[in-house]
Protein backbone atom coordinates (compact mmCIF):
# COMPACT_ATOMS: atom_id res chain seq x y z
CA UNK A 1 0.00 0.00 0.00
CA UNK A 2 1.37 3.69 -0.77
CA UNK A 3 2.41 5.31 2.01
CA UNK A 4 3.96 8.95 2.94
CA UNK A 5 5.58 9.89 6.43
CA UNK A 6 5.96 12.94 7.52
CA UNK A 7 8.50 14.09 10.59
CA UNK A 8 8.37 15.22 12.87
CA UNK A 9 4.81 15.78 13.63
CA UNK A 10 5.50 18.85 15.73
CA UNK A 11 8.19 21.00 15.95
CA UNK A 12 8.62 24.18 18.26
CA UNK A 13 11.19 27.05 17.33
CA UNK A 14 12.72 30.53 18.05
CA UNK A 15 12.27 33.13 14.94
CA UNK A 16 15.51 33.12 13.17
CA UNK A 17 15.96 29.48 13.64
CA UNK A 18 16.24 27.34 10.76
CA UNK A 19 13.87 23.75 10.58
CA UNK A 20 14.16 20.75 8.23
CA UNK A 21 10.85 18.84 7.30
CA UNK A 22 10.89 15.43 6.17
CA UNK A 23 8.98 13.65 4.12
CA UNK A 24 9.42 9.70 2.86
CA UNK A 25 7.41 7.87 0.77
CA UNK A 26 6.84 4.48 -0.56
CA UNK A 27 4.39 4.86 -3.85
CA UNK A 28 4.20 2.64 -6.50
CA UNK A 29 6.08 4.30 -9.66
CA UNK A 30 6.79 7.74 -8.18
CA UNK A 31 6.20 10.73 -10.58
CA UNK A 32 6.26 14.19 -7.94
CA UNK A 33 6.17 15.73 -5.02
CA UNK A 34 4.24 18.22 -4.09
CA UNK A 35 4.95 20.52 -0.38
CA UNK A 36 2.16 22.49 1.06
CA UNK A 37 1.98 25.16 3.50
CA UNK A 38 -1.89 24.86 5.60
CA UNK A 39 -2.90 28.06 7.78
CA UNK A 40 -6.37 26.76 9.26
CA UNK A 41 -7.21 27.47 6.40
CA UNK A 42 -6.90 25.48 2.87
CA UNK A 43 -3.35 24.16 1.60
CA UNK A 44 -1.25 26.69 -0.53
CA UNK A 45 1.03 25.32 -2.68
CA UNK A 46 4.96 25.54 -2.12
CA UNK A 47 6.99 23.17 -4.52
CA UNK A 48 6.76 20.43 -6.98
CA UNK A 49 9.56 18.17 -7.37
CA UNK A 50 10.26 15.70 -10.17
CA UNK A 51 12.80 13.61 -11.47
CA UNK A 52 13.49 16.53 -13.89
CA UNK A 53 13.67 19.32 -11.30
CA UNK A 54 14.79 17.45 -7.80
CA UNK A 55 15.74 21.00 -5.74
CA UNK A 56 13.53 24.10 -5.47
CA UNK A 57 13.93 27.20 -3.85
CA UNK A 58 12.08 30.11 -3.20
CA UNK A 59 13.45 33.00 -0.94
CA UNK A 60 14.06 31.07 2.76
CA UNK A 61 11.99 27.86 1.99
CA UNK A 62 14.12 25.21 -0.16
CA UNK A 63 12.93 21.66 -0.82
CA UNK A 64 15.48 18.64 -2.50
CA UNK A 65 14.23 15.46 -3.38
CA UNK A 66 16.37 11.68 -3.26
CA UNK A 67 14.72 9.62 -5.39
CA UNK A 68 16.79 6.97 -4.58
CA UNK A 69 16.57 7.06 -1.03
CA UNK A 70 12.72 7.94 -1.60
CA UNK A 71 12.26 10.96 0.60
CA UNK A 72 12.60 14.93 0.36
CA UNK A 73 13.09 17.65 3.29
CA UNK A 74 11.69 21.18 3.09
CA UNK A 75 13.91 23.59 5.05
CA UNK A 76 12.72 26.70 6.35
CA UNK A 77 15.81 29.30 7.16
CA UNK A 78 15.40 32.20 9.73
CA UNK A 79 11.84 31.19 10.59
CA UNK A 80 9.02 33.69 11.50
CA UNK A 81 6.08 33.74 13.15
CA UNK A 82 4.17 33.90 9.47
CA UNK A 83 6.04 30.55 8.95
CA UNK A 84 3.87 28.78 11.84
CA UNK A 85 1.76 26.39 9.87
CA UNK A 86 1.20 22.54 9.31
CA UNK A 87 3.07 21.33 6.19
CA UNK A 88 2.00 18.71 4.03
CA UNK A 89 3.77 16.32 1.49
CA UNK A 90 2.26 14.40 -0.77
CA UNK A 91 2.93 11.69 -3.63
CA UNK A 92 1.49 11.39 -6.85
CA UNK A 93 2.02 8.26 -9.23
CA UNK A 94 2.06 8.10 -13.01
CA UNK A 95 -1.55 7.41 -13.47
CA UNK A 96 -4.78 8.56 -12.03
CA UNK A 97 -3.08 11.75 -10.62
CA UNK A 98 -3.75 10.47 -7.20
CA UNK A 99 -1.91 12.30 -4.86
CA UNK A 100 -1.28 10.32 -1.45
CA UNK A 101 -0.77 13.23 1.48
CA UNK A 102 1.70 12.56 4.89
CA UNK A 103 -0.55 13.89 8.28
CA UNK A 104 1.80 17.07 8.21
CA UNK A 105 4.38 18.33 10.18
CA UNK A 106 2.93 21.30 12.51
CA UNK A 107 5.43 24.37 12.93
CA UNK A 108 5.47 26.85 15.41
CA UNK A 109 7.64 29.92 15.63
CA UNK A 110 8.00 31.73 18.79
CA UNK A 111 8.93 35.30 18.71
CA UNK B 1 -6.00 32.62 -5.26
CA UNK B 2 -7.23 29.86 -8.32
CA UNK B 3 -11.19 30.47 -8.91
CA UNK B 4 -12.31 27.59 -6.67
CA UNK B 5 -15.51 28.18 -4.57
CA UNK B 6 -16.83 25.43 -2.00
CA UNK B 7 -20.97 25.48 -0.76
CA UNK B 8 -21.59 25.29 1.99
CA UNK B 9 -19.14 26.12 3.98
CA UNK B 10 -20.81 24.73 6.56
CA UNK B 11 -23.22 22.42 7.65
CA UNK B 12 -24.46 20.80 10.51
CA UNK B 13 -27.18 17.59 8.94
CA UNK B 14 -28.55 14.57 11.43
CA UNK B 15 -27.37 11.06 11.06
CA UNK B 16 -29.27 9.25 7.82
CA UNK B 17 -30.19 12.39 5.67
CA UNK B 18 -28.78 13.20 2.55
CA UNK B 19 -25.91 15.84 1.97
CA UNK B 20 -24.58 17.72 -0.72
CA UNK B 21 -21.57 19.37 -1.52
CA UNK B 22 -20.69 21.60 -4.49
CA UNK B 23 -17.56 22.67 -6.17
CA UNK B 24 -17.45 25.43 -8.59
CA UNK B 25 -14.35 26.71 -10.62
CA UNK B 26 -13.78 29.21 -13.03
CA UNK B 27 -10.22 28.22 -14.27
CA UNK B 28 -11.73 25.46 -16.61
CA UNK B 29 -9.18 22.94 -15.07
CA UNK B 30 -9.59 19.19 -16.48
CA UNK B 31 -9.08 17.56 -13.25
CA UNK B 32 -11.25 18.09 -9.78
CA UNK B 33 -10.82 16.05 -6.30
CA UNK B 34 -12.26 15.86 -3.59
CA UNK B 35 -10.96 15.04 -0.25
CA UNK B 36 -11.58 14.79 2.93
CA UNK B 37 -8.98 15.95 6.21
CA UNK B 38 -9.35 14.39 10.06
CA UNK B 39 -6.98 14.51 12.50
CA UNK B 40 -4.56 11.94 12.48
CA UNK B 41 -5.20 10.80 8.86
CA UNK B 42 -4.31 13.98 6.89
CA UNK B 43 -6.17 14.51 3.23
CA UNK B 44 -7.17 11.77 1.84
CA UNK B 45 -9.16 11.30 -1.69
CA UNK B 46 -12.32 10.06 -2.34
CA UNK B 47 -13.16 10.82 -5.69
CA UNK B 48 -11.46 12.60 -8.23
CA UNK B 49 -12.76 13.69 -11.90
CA UNK B 50 -10.51 14.18 -15.21
CA UNK B 51 -13.16 15.27 -17.47
CA UNK B 52 -17.06 15.92 -17.81
CA UNK B 53 -18.62 12.72 -16.56
CA UNK B 54 -15.51 10.84 -16.41
CA UNK B 55 -14.95 10.05 -12.33
CA UNK B 56 -12.86 7.54 -10.14
CA UNK B 57 -12.73 6.24 -6.95
CA UNK B 58 -9.74 7.38 -4.43
CA UNK B 59 -9.16 5.77 -0.96
CA UNK B 60 -12.12 6.56 0.82
CA UNK B 61 -14.85 6.44 -1.50
CA UNK B 62 -17.30 4.21 0.65
CA UNK B 63 -20.39 6.07 1.62
CA UNK B 64 -19.73 9.00 -1.22
CA UNK B 65 -20.65 9.57 -4.68
CA UNK B 66 -20.13 12.18 -7.30
CA UNK B 67 -21.14 13.72 -10.17
CA UNK B 68 -19.37 16.05 -13.16
CA UNK B 69 -22.26 17.74 -15.86
CA UNK B 70 -19.93 20.45 -16.11
CA UNK B 71 -16.58 21.32 -16.72
CA UNK B 72 -16.83 23.73 -13.60
CA UNK B 73 -19.01 22.15 -11.09
CA UNK B 74 -17.75 18.93 -9.09
CA UNK B 75 -20.40 17.53 -6.68
CA UNK B 76 -20.10 15.13 -3.78
CA UNK B 77 -23.03 13.57 -2.68
CA UNK B 78 -23.34 11.28 0.87
CA UNK B 79 -26.44 9.11 0.42
CA UNK B 80 -27.13 8.38 3.82
CA UNK B 81 -24.71 10.60 6.11
CA UNK B 82 -22.96 9.06 9.38
CA UNK B 83 -21.05 10.54 12.08
CA UNK B 84 -18.06 8.97 10.89
CA UNK B 85 -18.65 11.20 7.83
CA UNK B 86 -17.65 14.30 9.73
CA UNK B 87 -14.75 15.95 8.64
CA UNK B 88 -13.34 19.16 6.32
CA UNK B 89 -13.82 18.35 3.01
CA UNK B 90 -11.83 20.27 0.41
CA UNK B 91 -12.22 20.42 -3.22
CA UNK B 92 -8.57 21.13 -5.50
CA UNK B 93 -8.28 21.41 -8.97
CA UNK B 94 -5.44 20.73 -11.46
CA UNK B 95 -4.62 21.25 -15.02
CA UNK B 96 -2.50 18.47 -15.39
CA UNK B 97 -2.18 16.16 -12.16
CA UNK B 98 0.50 18.25 -10.92
CA UNK B 99 0.21 20.97 -8.58
CA UNK B 100 -3.29 21.11 -6.99
CA UNK B 101 -5.08 23.90 -5.88
CA UNK B 102 -7.07 23.83 -2.96
CA UNK B 103 -10.82 25.63 -2.05
CA UNK B 104 -11.40 26.96 1.07
CA UNK B 105 -13.45 23.63 2.44
CA UNK B 106 -16.36 23.07 3.92
CA UNK B 107 -16.90 21.64 7.50
CA UNK B 108 -19.33 19.35 7.86
CA UNK B 109 -20.50 18.00 11.36
CA UNK B 110 -23.31 14.79 11.50
CA UNK B 111 -24.68 14.72 14.62
Known amino acids: EDKVVQSPLSLVVHEGDTVTLNCSYEVTNFRSLLWYKQEKKAPTFLFMLTSSGIEKKSGRLSSILDKKELFSILNITATQTGDSAVYLCAVGPPTGNQFYFGTGTSLTVIP | ?111
Open chain 2, 1 to 111: DAGITQSPRHKVTETGTPVTLRCHQTENHRYMYWYRQDPGHGLRLIHYSYGVKDTDKGEVSDGYSVSRSKTEDFLLTLESATSSQTSVYFCAISRGGYEQFFGPGTRLTVL
